[in-house]
Each structure stands twice: as structure tokens, then as C-alpha cells.
């Protein structure tokens, strides 16, 4: 695995930080509007519409997600011919795994029209917020180059990213009131046109974001604190002061107040889960964290997110939620065991947004959108070494606010699950019609909130939208 796509494992040097921290003074000190909305704000407030964008690290197995077969149709005696092995009865883990797609039905809700692969666990039974989207074109094999196709939906020239982060796109129209409205977890973000108010709050882990966030102590244990202390709040000089003339000055000034602003809201405390205090004890309860309140976990990430939207710290999240995934050899039971971690994660994230109350009414679901991708799939056939390889058809999932839920839109090949070819009005099979590619995912995900998509170069899924 390449040293620039980061995963759960990587743990940079502390000094890392300031680079979040830069990102977090260079959102306020180009075009800070939303900053000195916030500033001037009593309390925070959730943003009207959120966003979280869910990256499973590493090229999953859509036949244990999105995209199941039916083992009793793809055998392995006709496995040369459909090139097609489910494999799930190489799981050995009944306990925890079926051994076939699983198709729930809920009470007073009724039964999914989504089937789903067997890691995808609990999560399956919100399946009446979901639309999967199958046989995705990836045009790539490449880790980086799919990655950042998902994140931008442009494909990257080369290896390197094209355009702007969906979440920028969207924070850069929508200019939301919220004191950190972009976060980006442990995932590379881009911004190629908008102002700095756009930009991500970059971390690698959580304690990047409390360190950015807490306000200075006077007893700091590293130059590092020291460093951020001064980047913080140190006197400008009469030499800077100069530039107030063509207003840098002036704007670096109400930059470094908003930035007091923000500390001063002690949202660092937020996100203190180990905390002895009722409010904690019930999201460690949720999330099934112990005592310590990790983060370094899934469910620690998911709580993260839900803490960042509830609490009105920001407006869009996009998040490395689980790894572990780029394995060419070994048992199905890893790569199920793997995928089933950030699936039972973000089951917990979507039971609390589903629970909580959001301030303007309905549920925080309601006002939230999802969409979880991996940079591409895994082979459907077995490799000598047990194991699957990259494989250029995909799959991905989006759910919540503005798009049709229980609802399949496209679909692989009972071939080799070859990318389909549709006709993109209406989601048909069609021999003469097109492919799916990322630019159409990015594109109905900002069309369902009624922004602009223009910048993808093509038409949204119609069907999927709302």
C-alpha cells in the first residue's frame, strides 16, 4: 500500500497536526464569511442539510456488500462459464455470516427490494432510507486514481486528482453557518476553485482535531503546542500591520478572532467520549465504545461523525471509516470480518441520526445524505492464492435525504459482473445504452440537494432522485 492513501493504521508524527490547522486558518482567512456568521452566532446550530461521504479502504468485495449473487445460481460447477464464485460457504463463520444474500422485511416497513451480501450485517435493516447503484464503470484498477475519482467524480490525470472534493463542491455553494462546515477524516481533500471557507479541516486521527480545536493550555508539552500557540494568537507585528492597508492585515486579524471564536465554543469537548458526564455515557453506550472512548476504532469514527453534525460543528464529513481490504490471498472470513467492522459502524452511525431530533424538524436522517464507495471491487472468481483481485465493475450506496429509498438502479453482468449498460433515464438495461461512471454518482448526490452539478459534465440518475 502506497504511503499517500492513508488507512486506520497509519499514525503520523504529532508534528502532522499543524498541516489540519493550517487548513482549519486558511478556511478563515479567504473569503470568512461563514466564520463571522458563526462568530457572530449565539449558539451552534446543526446545518439544514449534512453530508457524509463513507470510504471503505482498500477495494471491497461487492459480493459480500452491494452487489451479492445467488449461490445457488453462480455454482461452482458453472463457475467457468458465468466466471462468477460467490464463495460464501468459504466464510466458516455461520454463527456470523450467511450463506446466502440477505433480503430483509421489517414490521410496518415491509420487505427490501435490495438484496445484500453477508457482511453487510444490521445494516441492512435500513434499507428503507437506501439506493444501491451497481455496475459502476471504475475505468481503473489503480487504487489512488479510483479513489480520487470517487472523491472528485473527475477522472484524475494520472494519478492525480482532478477538480474539487464532492464535500468542498458542496460547502463551496452552500456557504454553511457552521464553525468547521468540511472535515475530512483520515482522506485527501481538494479544492481547485472555491475560497479558503471551503477548504477541509484535514486530520489523520483524533487527536489532530481535539489538539486544533482545545484552546491553549500554559503549559504546553511540545514545541509543536508551542508552534500552534503562536500561529494562534501572537501580536501582529507593525511590519504585518502594514498590509491592513489592502486589508491582509485586517482579514488575518479577524481570522485569528474567529479562530478565538471557535475555541472559545470548547467544541473540543465534544468529542471527549471518554468523559464521565451522562451525555458520554450514552454515546459510548450507542457506539459500544468502552471506558476509554476510543477513536481508533470504526464505531469511534462513527461517533465522531454524528458528534460533528448533531452538535453543529460541521456540515459535511467525509471519512477512511474501515481498511484492511486490499488482500489478494487468504479466507473469504477476512475480507467479510473486515467490511462487517465499518458496516456495524455505520449502522450505529444511521440508528442515532435516525433518533435524533434535528432542530428544524423530523430527524437528523432526514436532513442527512450518505453515500459509502470503495476506490473499486475485488475479481468475482477466486485467485489460486484464495483470495480476489482488482476488478473494475463496482458498486456503492446512498442513502437519507433527497434520494429514493429501497430502491436498485443498475445492475453487473451475469458474466464476469461486467459493468451494464443502461439507459440512464429510466435505469433500463440497454445494450445501446451507457455506462455508469463516478460523475453520475457525484452528480445525482449534489442534484438531490438542488446544487449544482454542472461541473460533473453530466445528467444525474433521474430515476434515484426523490
Same mark, same amino acid.
Given at each position: 500500500m502506497k504511503k499517500n492513501r492513508l488507512?486506520?493504521?497509519?499514525?503520523?508524527?504529532?508534528?502532522?497536526?499543524?498541516?489540519?490547522?493550517?487548513?482549519?486558518?486558511? #478556511?478563515?482567512?479567504?473569503?470568512?464569511?461563514?466564520?463571522?456568521?458563526?462568530?457572530?452566532?449565539?449558539?451552534?446550530?446543526?446545518?439544514?442539510?449534512?453530508?457524509?461521504?463513507?470510504?471503505?479502504?482498500?477495494?471491497?468485495?461487492?459480493?459480500?456488500?452491494?452487489?451479492?449473487?445467488?449461490?445457488?445460481?453462480?455454482?461452482?460447477?458453472?463457475?467457468?462459464?458465468?466466471?462468477i464464485l460467490p464463495g460464501y460457504n468459504l466464510i466458516n463463520d455461520p454463527a456470523r455470516f450467511s450463506t446466502i444474500p440477505l433480503r430483509p422485511e421489517l414490521p410496518g416497513v415491509g420487505r427490501s427490494n435490495i438484496d445484500f451480501g453477508p457482511a453487510v450485517g444490521r445494516l441492512a435493516n435500513h434499507f428503507d432510507l437506501m439506493t444501491v447503484v451497481r455496475g459502476i464503470n471504475m475505468n481503473t484498477l489503480g487504487h489512488e486514481v479510483g479513489y480520487r475519482y470517487f472523491l472528485t467524480g473527475k477522472m484524475p490525470i494520472g494519478s492525480a486528482a482532478r477538480g474539487s472534493s464532492t464535500a468542498t463542491e458542496i460547502v463551496g455553494q452552500m456557504k454553511p453557518r457552521v464553525p468547521i462546515s468540511n472535515i475530512a477524516f483520515n482522506v485527501e481533500s481538494y479544492n481547485d476553485r472555491y475560497p479558503g471557507y471551503a477548504n477541509a479541516l484535514r486530520v489523520s486521527r483524533k487527536d489532530d482535531l481535539l489538539l486544533t480545536l482545545k484552546? @491553549? #493550555?500554559?503549559?504546553?508539552? #511540545? +514545541?509543536?503546542?508551542?508552534?500552534?500557540?503562536?500561529?494562534?494568537?501572537?501580536?501582529?507585528?507593525?511590519?504585518q500591520a502594514a498590509y491592513g492597508a489592502r486589508g491582509v492585515g485586517t482579514t488575518y486579524q479577524n481570522s485569528r478572532d474567529q479562530m478565538h471564536q471557535v475555541m472559545a465554543q470548547q467544541m473540543e469537548s465534544s468529542f471527549r467520549f471518554e468523559a464521565n458526564n451522562e451525555e458520554m455515557e450514552e454515546v459510548r453506550r450507542r457506539y459500544g465504545l468502552d471506558q476509554g472512548g476510543r477513536y481508533d476504532t470504526e464505531a469511534g469514527r462513527a461517533a465522531m461523525v454524528a458528534t460533528a453534525l448533531k452538535k453543529g460543528i460541521a456540515q459535511c464529513v467525509t471519512i477512511n471509516l474501515t481498511g484492511g481490504l486490499d488482500?489478494?490471498?487468504?479466507?473469504?472470513?477476512?475480507?467479510? @470480518?473486515?467490511?462487517?467492522?465499518?458496516?456495524?459502524?455505520?449502522?450505529?452511525?444511521? +440508528?442515532?441520526?435516525r433518533k435524533s431530533d434535528h432542530p428544524s424538524g423530523g430527524k437528523f436522517m432526514d436532513h442527512t445524505t450518505i453515500m459509502v464507495f470503495s476506490e473499486f471491487s475485488r475479481t468475482p472468481l477466486i485467485n489460486s492464492a484464495g483470495g480476489r483481485d482488482h476488478h473494475l465493475c463496482n458498486s456503492c450506496m446512498i442513502m437519507g435525504a433527497g434520494v429514493k429509498h429501497n430502491y436498485v438502479f443498475g445492475r453487473s453482468g451475469d458474466i464476469g459482473m461486467s459493468p451494464g449498460t443502461f439507459d440512464l433515464r429510466n435505469g433500463a438495461s440497454d445494450p445501446n445504452g451507457e455506462n455508469i461512471f463516478p460523475e453520475h454518482v457525484i452528480a445525482t448526490?449534489?442534484? #438531490?440537494?438542488?446544487?449544482?452539478? @454542472?461541473?460533473?459534465r453530466v445528467e444525474p440518475l433521474r430515476p434515484i432522485l426523490a
Open positions: 488507512d486506520e493504521n497509519h499514525r503520523p508524527e504529532r508534528r502532522t497536526f499543524l498541516k489540519a490547522a493550517a487548513g482549519f486558518m486558511g #478556511s478563515t482567512l479567504f473569503g470568512g464569511v461563514p466564520f463571522r456568521a458563526f462568530a457572530q452566532a449565539a449558539t451552534l446550530a446543526p446545518a439544514d442539510r449534512c453530508f457524509v461521504f463513507v470510504y471503505f479502504n482498500g477495494g471491497w468485495d461487492q459480493l459480500l456488500a452491494f452487489d451479492p449473487k445467488d449461490p445457488d445460481e453462480f455454482t461452482p460447477d458453472r463457475a467457468a462459464e458465468t466466471r484552546p @491553549s #493550555s500554559q503549559l504546553l508539552d #511540545s +514545541d509543536i503546542e508551542k508552534q500552534l500557540t503562536d500561529f494562534r494568537g501572537q501580536p501582529i507585528t507593525c511590519e488482500t489478494h490471498f487468504g479466507s473469504q472470513l477476512v475480507h467479510a @470480518s473486515n467490511q462487517r467492522r465499518g458496516f456495524d459502524a455505520l449502522a450505529s452511525l444511521v +440508528d442515532d441520526l448526490v449534489l442534484a #438531490s440537494a438542488g446544487l449544482d452539478y @454542472s461541473i460533473t
